[in-house]
């Protein structure tokens, strides 16, 4: 046993660049917790969703803020390195947050399946608008052609008045 090396913390870097904590730190994150100075009945919270970004935030403001109980409802992402968002739902009439909280989750939920089904039976049934591609870069060189600018590609010396 003596003979043993002792024990080191490590970290690593993941794929966005932040710095996580390996599990023999027992650094283990909880998904959705309320921060401290909420009100005592829960009125106005702020949320901390660890692992989540602008997506999830932006969706989750926009349908709560669509909820008439709702004073205000703002996130932010604390900062660029940390994997974390900031919820923040003030509630009128002493409403719960918490309740408004898991209600937008199961809204944005249902919006998001319907939106999936929507955009399966499109493609299923053929039913969506269909585009041709066409060359950018052709319709760019033809457009500086037509008003006398010189193409990279064309003949040197081509006339140009």
Not at 11 to 26: C, F, P
Not at 29 to 48: N, Q, R
Not at 68 to 91: N, W
Request: charged letters at 25%; a negative charge.
């Amino acid at each position: 046993m003596a003979d043993e090396a002792p024990q080191q913390s490590t970290s690593k870097l993941d794929n966005a660049g932040t710095l996580l904590q390996s599990v023999s730190t027992s650094m283990i994150h909880e998904k959705v917790s309320i921060l401290p100075g909420h009100e005592p009945d829960y009125s106005a919270c702020t949320f901390c969703l660890w692992q989540e970004d602008h997506t999830l935030g932006n969706a989750l403001r926009w349908i709560i803020m669509k909820d008439p109980d709702v004073e205000f409802c703002g996130y932010t992402a604390p900062h660029p390195s940390e994997p974390k968002i900031h919820l923040r739902i003030q509630m009128y009439d002493g409403l719960s947050a918490v309740d408004c909280f898991r209600k937008a989750l199961s809204n944005l939920r249902d919006l998001f399946n319907t939106v999936d089904k929507s955009y399966k039976s499109s493609l299923k049934n053929d039913n969506y608008i269909k585009e041709d591609d066409i060359d950018v870069r052709a319709a760019v060189d033809e457009t500086l052609r037509q008003r006398g600018f010189p193409v990279e590609g064309d003949e040197e010396g081509m006339d140009l008045s």
